[in-house]
């Protein structure tokens, strides 16, 4: 069965960091794109940031996160990483990670093959 189990989530103070693993299973994930997307209650689903297949040479970030978030992958682990810095309040919501059989994945959700369940950031003082 193919799988994506997100992991690392947890409460921080703002200016805190959290370092989020995206663990695929019954795929090989270097074959698949992958992002990752946030939803904060009352919210409609966010791009935070995206990975190109293979050995990952291209990333792309939202705009919110962009200087604050680091996306890499290690295919010999099956993982993608998500390391965010300096976060804020507005960080806070429930992240997923996605996966796309093609090189660049995309930013609107839309065409991902496989979805994990996600996992909570938040962010308070």
């Known amino acids: 069965q193919e799988q994506l189990v997100e992991s690392g989530g947890g409460s921080v103070q703002p200016g805190g960091s959290l370092s989020l693993s995206c663990e695929a299973s019954?795929?090989?994930?270097?074959?698949?794109?992958v992002g990752w997307f946030r939803q904060a209650e009352r919210r409609g689903r966010d791009f935070v940031a995206a990975?190109?297949?293979?050995?990952?040479?291209?990333?792309g970030y939202a705009d919110s996160v962009k200087g604050r978030a680091t996306i890499s992958r290690d295919n010999a682990k099956n993982m993608v990483y998500l390391q965010l810095n300096g976060l804020k309040p507005d960080d806070t919501a429930i992240y997923y990670c996605?996966?796309?059989?093609?090189?660049?994945?995309?930013?609107?959700?839309?065409?991902?093959?496989?979805w994990g369940q996600g996992t909570q950031v938040t962010v308070s003082s």
């Open positions: 019954g795929f090989t994930l270097s074959d698949y794109g």
């Open positions: 996605a996966a796309r059989r093609t090189h660049w994945p995309g930013d609107t959700g839309f065409g991902y093959d496989i």
């Open positions: 990975i190109s297949w293979g050995i990952g040479g291209t990333t």
